[in-house]
């Protein structure tokens, strides 16, 4: 079995170069140019960036909405937006616009922000390293996450799902690249059934031990 | 004096270490030059101090050096900075050619190293002139901006915006702050050493003899504010904050800072909280020199609850340091707190002395919340806002400029 090798991941931050959105037109008009790793960064990569986890919404555009233009209709149907289970991302940014337009459509007065409150648009520069650490046997799973960093957790289980096999995470892929008669079946089952949308790294990393452990199975 | 990376272990932890050891690998050799204004005192400073040392445990060949200029540069060059930062402010054509050759001269003294040199920081707006002078240079050129210069003084940022037009990469605290140029911007907010003077672990004695020296009553609650005496701080709102509070509860306050002397601006303020402040025992008002860390420290170990009431605030590192003694913050809704301080989770953002008062109720009477919250803001700050983190920054920035990408991905 080839062992899985453990990465670790941060964050470079930098503007994206489209001025600020001071209200929902603005907002709209920015979305619909944006660059992809724009976008990703504001459902995404907002788990991972110094900003604290928001209980309510899960995607910068949500929060804003709630938090500066006031407006909790469009802040929900923002924060329901789950960018993993979309295929690509220009479909997200495409559902992203539908909610939006929708929103615009039955308004009388456009929301705006107070000055100061816009909303900036950033992207970043992932920087992977690698943690040293080699898992051998699906066995090990869940004490090694157990032990991983936020940014492990991130860049095995979320970022995975941007790079190939698109849309799986890589203890998934590991596990079915090294299958061999269904005994890797029961975690990759454990993994396919944890519903991430509302946890924060530290929840996500003390959910995937959990559900690793002691599961039956593996090479 | 900065302490060795490996003393920093036990704080963040092996991985990193292992991360910052991994990105100097990378960057062994690599000469950079930070260039600043001046050797002591402020922020700037304060981080090229620890900087410079780590990036040269690193492998990095960092050097820092700092532009020298008479008093009339320095006045210039503080209402170039007090332009960035929104001031109206007077600067003539004679005092730009002042801020040019003062510069020059620099040059003529620094062009060897400039010259050589693969990546060189220019902090805030006194040395920048040095890019236009450096015509032979080899490197890439980054300029760092400590100040928020989100709202200039239009007159100021029109003859400084073609001279930062043309480094390779610029460098703001937060988005916020930025304006926009043509070249990569990074986000890299500030940080605090927790080895420092300001921030490490204090003996029971040593909190204690603070805690003594100032006449506090350990049995009750205490609230701290530590800033320095600036209305922007509303240091005046914080004692009609406590007022509210005091007809309930019997709690304490300290308002401590620095910097009232020579200012005249802060002398009407520290007037102002005087008079506030009246006969009233339970407020103690201390005007602390500028090298008061240990009794800073002790004073936000102290505290049940920290207060930083700012109406406007740049990143806020004093919120920074009382989340890393593990204590709830009820902050200004502005700026930089507004990164830090999250309602029910790590404090409260608050307008007004009334939802102050409020806040600080709330957790009086919800005391296990306090320990909660202090703990979950000590792990934010160990997480995002200590220099290991910020020297990972400039690392990963070095690299990304110097490779000229713009991949969304690098490996180390």
């Not at chain 2, 690998?25 to 410079?52: D, F, P, Q, Y």
Request: proline content about 6%; hydrophobic content about 40%; some cysteine.
């Amino acid at each position: 079995m080839t062992p899985f090798e453990v990465k670790d991941c941060a964050l470079l931050t930098r503007m994206s170069g489209l001025l600020p959105a001071i209200n929902l037109r603005e907002l709209r008009e920015r979305i619909a140019a944006c660059g992809e790793n724009v976008l990703f960064h504001h459902y995404c990569e907002t788990t991972l960036r110094a900003s604290f986890d928001n209980p309510d919404y899960r995607n910068d555009f949500a929060v804003w909405s709630k938090l500066y233009l006031g407006d909790r209709v469009l802040a929900e149907r923002l924060g329901i937006i789950d960018p993993y289970a979309v295929s690509s991302l220009g479909d997200l940014r495409a559902a992203t616009l539908e909610v939006i337009d929708e929103r615009l459509s039955e308004l009388t007065m456009i929301p705006w922000a107070r000055a100061g409150d816009e909303f900036f648009f950033m992207e970043a520069t992932t920087v992977m390293f690698s943690a040293g650490i080699r898992i051998r046997h699906p066995s090990r799973l869940s004490d090694a996450i157990r032990k991983m960093t936020n940014g492990s957790i991130y860049f095995h289980f979320l970022e995975a799902r941007r790079r190939p096999p698109i849309g799986a995470d890589d203890f998934t892929a590991w596990l079915l690249e090294n299958e061999d008669g269904g005994r890797n079946r029961p975690y990759i089952e454990a993994l396919a059934s944890i519903d991430f949308h509302f946890h924060s790294l530290a929840e996500l990393r003390k959910e995937l031990a959990t559900r690793l452990s002691g599961l039956e199975g593996g090479r | 004096m900065t302490a060795p990376l490996a003393a920093y272990e036990g704080i963040v932890g092996a991985t990193v270490l292992r991360q910052l050891h991994q990105l100097g690998e990378k960057l062994s050799g690599v000469r950079v030059v930070h260039v600043n204004s001046t050797r002591e005192g402020g922020g700037v400073a304060e981080i090229l101090e620890w900087m410079t040392p780590l990036m040269g445990e690193l492998g990095v060949k960092a050097t820092w050096e700092v532009i020298h200029g008479d008093p009339a540069f320095f006045e210039i060059t503080k209402a170039i900075h007090n332009g960035l930062q929104g001031h109206n402010v007077g600067i003539s054509s004679k005092d730009w050619k002042i801020y040019e050759d003062v510069n020059g001269t620099n040059f003529d003294r620094l062009r060897p190293i400039l010259e050589e040199a693969d990546i060189v920081f220019i902090h805030d707006p006194q040395p920048a002139h040095l890019l236009r002078l450096c015509e032979r240079r080899k490197g890439k050129w980054i300029w760092r901006a400590h100040i928020d210069i989100s709202r200039p003084f239009r007159p100021v940022w029109k003859s400084l915006k073609p001279l930062l037009e043309g480094y390779d990469a610029s460098i703001f605290s937060m988005a916020e702050f930025a304006q926009p140029l043509p070249h990569p911007q990074f986000l890299v907010p500030p940080s605090i050493d927790p080895l420092s003077d300001k921030n490490r672990d204090l003996s029971p004695a040593e909190i204690d003899a603070v805690r003594t020296e100032y006449g506090l009553d350990p049995s009750r609650p205490l609230l701290v504010q530590i800033s320095r005496f600036d209305r922007f701080k509303d240091p005046v709102g914080v004692v009609t904050a406590y007022r509210m509070v005091r007809k309930v509860a019997p709690v304490q306050l300290v308002l401590a800072g620095g910097g009232a002397t020579d200012d005249p601006e802060g002398k009407a303020v520290l007037e102002d909280v005087m008079e506030a402040a009246g006969n009233d025992p339970d407020i103690h008002v201390l005007l602390l020199p500028p090298d008061a860390h240990k009794t800073i420290n002790a004073l936000q170990r102290l505290a049940t609850i920290i207060l930083q009431k700012s109406t406007r605030e740049g990143f806020g590192l004093t919120v920074t340091e009382g989340m890393w003694k593990g204590k709830p913050v009820i902050g200004g809704d502005v700026g930089g707190i507004r990164l830090q301080v999250v309602n029910h989770h790590t404090g409260f953002l608050v307008n007004t002395p009334e939802g102050a008062a409020h806040r600080i109720r709330y957790l009086l009477h919800y005391r296990q919340d306090i320990e909660r919250m202090g703990e979950t803001g000590r792990e934010f700050v160990r997480e995002h806002f200590l220099l290991t983190r910020h020297l990972r920054e400039y690392l990963t920035l070095m690299l990304v400029t110097l490779r000229d990408t713009k991949a969304n991905m690098i490996e180390v």
